[in-house]
């Protein structure tokens, strides 16, 4: 696959435009085009199944598809058909649609460790909504939350504790890592009696230890606090149960949201009857202003989450991701084991959730070859921030995406050869999302 346009022109021009209108250049910071190699951030015009076009006419393969929300791929037949069903009967009404009652009884259905749910529109509001539930709930403050997992809100509870806390007072938040009990343990003894919940994924990149969920439930229990699984990611890419279903621990409370809606704005908080109803009209204690958003359940959103959660169950979906990603991780690894630099190109992941690692010759991550694998990979045809699979790619998309990691490997061992890599990078670095200054 060659690029008509490969210097994109037309990305440039609107790349400029973005940044006069949009702060950043666009709606998400992990959409910049400081994420991308310097002249090779390219906008895109439109996107069909598991490739995307840009404005310059180029087309790719992509991965991390609306940061891995459209795991079935774009414009998906089902999907579309179910929201354009939607969109001549009213998209928002005064009163609840009979829709929300489908959504909602579907969703219980798929995720049978929840009791109630209620829709909003993005992963934020929902974890946001939980924090706030638990600290009703409990009478306590604190949040304790895995330092190891990289985001959980755009609220200030959690963006507090990033680099990017401008503008934001001290938060009442604690940390604890992942995958070690005894920390989490001395965490709660530490602050016994001051802890809401914890919140974290129950698996990051890798499963969890052995007996580690079941450990977190067990101190959550003892010490009276929420436990709050984040399943914006592991839903619907573990399985459309969650992590929780794969792992069979329950938590008091999950959110779920990007692949619910395959790219169509909808997330969830799930959770016990006894903390949701809190939030409700049935509960004789204080109320809890949990989620009250006026576009929370527009009704072509929540088609397409039935849709989507039909479509994981009749197809498979879950099984799918994984084999793809595991042709696509057992390819990648063998080609950069071929050109020598097995040791510094490194895929990991679950085999629906994968990321890569570049690592300079001391066998630290480096932004400089993370610039010089990207560019490669963009030449090639080839988009995406990550490995994270849709299961609209082929097997021959997975094989030509291998044969350009193939060709950027080769260009990396000669970076590292040359003991640098500023010669293939094209320009300044990329950079990590979370920076003090820009």
């Given at each position: 696959m060659t690029l008509p346009n490969p210097s994109l022109p037309r990305s440039a021009a609107l790349n400029k435009r973005l940044h006069a209108a949009v702060p950043g250049g666009a709606h998400t910071y992990a959409k910049g085009d400081d994420q991308y190699p310097e002249g090779l951030a390219p906008v895109i015009s439109h996107g069909r199944g598991a490739h995307v076009v840009d404005v310059d006419g180029n087309t790719y393969i992509e991965y991390g598809s609306g940061l891995r929300a459209v795991a079935l791929g774009h414009a998906h037949p089902r999907v579309v058909e179910a929201v354009r069903r939607e969109l001549d009967r009213g998209s928002n009404f005064v009163r609840p649609a009979a829709i929300?009652?489908?959504?909602?009884?579907?969703?219980?259905?798929?995720?049978?460790?929840?009791?109630?749910?209620?829709?909003?529109?993005?992963?934020?509001?929902?974890?946001?909504?939980?924090?706030?539930?638990?600290?009703?709930?409990?009478?306590?403050?604190?949040?304790?939350?895995?330092?190891?997992?990289?985001f959980f809100s755009t609220d200030d509870w959690f963006i507090g504790g990033t680099p990017m806390s401008a503008g934001i007072p001290e938060q009442l938040t604690v940390t604890f890592p992942y995958g070690d009990l005894d920390a989490l343990a001395a965490l709660l003894d530490k602050h016994e009696g001051r802890i809401a919940c914890m919140i974290l994924e129950a698996a990051t990149q890798t499963d969890p230890p052995a007996g580690y969920l079941e450990g977190v439930r067990e101190l959550a229990t003892r010490h009276g606090v929420v436990l709050v699984f984040d399943?914006?990611?592991?839903?619907?890419?573990?399985?459309?149960?969650?992590?929780?279903?794969?792992?069979?621990?329950?938590?008091?409370?999950?959110?779920?949201?990007?692949?619910?809606?395959?790219?169509?704005?909808?997330?969830a908080l799930a959770g016990t009857r006894e903390l949701m109803e809190l939030g409700g009209l049935r509960t004789e204690q204080e109320r809890v202003f949990l989620l009250s958003t006026t576009h929370g359940a527009e009704t072509h959103s929540l088609a397409a989450a039935i849709a989507v959660m039909d479509t994981y169950a009749e197809e498979g979906i879950a099984a799918r991701l994984h084999a793809l990603g595991e042709r696509l991780a057992a390819g990648v690894r063998e080609a950069?084991?071929?050109?020598?630099?097995?040791?510094?190109?490194?895929?990991?992941?679950?085999?629906?959730?994968?990321?890569?690692?570049?690592?300079?010759?001391?066998?630290?991550?480096?932004?400089?070859?993370?610039?010089?694998?990207?560019?490669?990979?963009?030449?090639?045809?080839?988009?995406?921030?990550?490995?994270?699979?849709?299961?609209?790619?082929?097997e021959d998309d997975i094989d030509h995406t291998v044969e350009v990691v193939a060709q950027a490997c080769t260009v990396y061992r000669k970076a590292l050869d040359a003991g640098d890599p500023a010669p293939w990078m094209g320009g300044r670095p990329v950079k990590p999302v979370f920076r003090q200054y820009a």
């Open positions: 929300e009652l489908d959504a909602a009884e579907r969703f219980l259905q798929t995720v049978p460790t929840a009791e109630m749910v209620k829709f909003a529109k993005n992963g934020s509001d929902a974890t946001t909504a939980a924090i706030r539930l638990a600290r009703a709930a409990t009478g306590r403050t604190l949040v304790a939350l895995c330092h190891d997992q990289p399943e914006m990611i592991t839903g619907f890419r573990w399985s459309e149960h969650g992590a929780q279903g794969v792992y069979g621990v329950t938590p008091d409370l999950s959110t779920f949201g990007k692949a619910l809606g395959n790219g169509f704005a909808v997330s950069a084991a071929g050109m020598g630099v097995g040791e510094h190109v490194l895929v990991r992941g679950r085999a629906s959730n994968l990321v890569f690692a570049t690592l300079d010759a001391d066998g630290k991550p480096s932004q400089p070859y993370r610039t010089l694998f990207l560019r490669q990979l963009l030449a090639g045809g080839v988009i995406g921030p990550s490995f994270v699979v849709s299961a609209a790619l082929t």
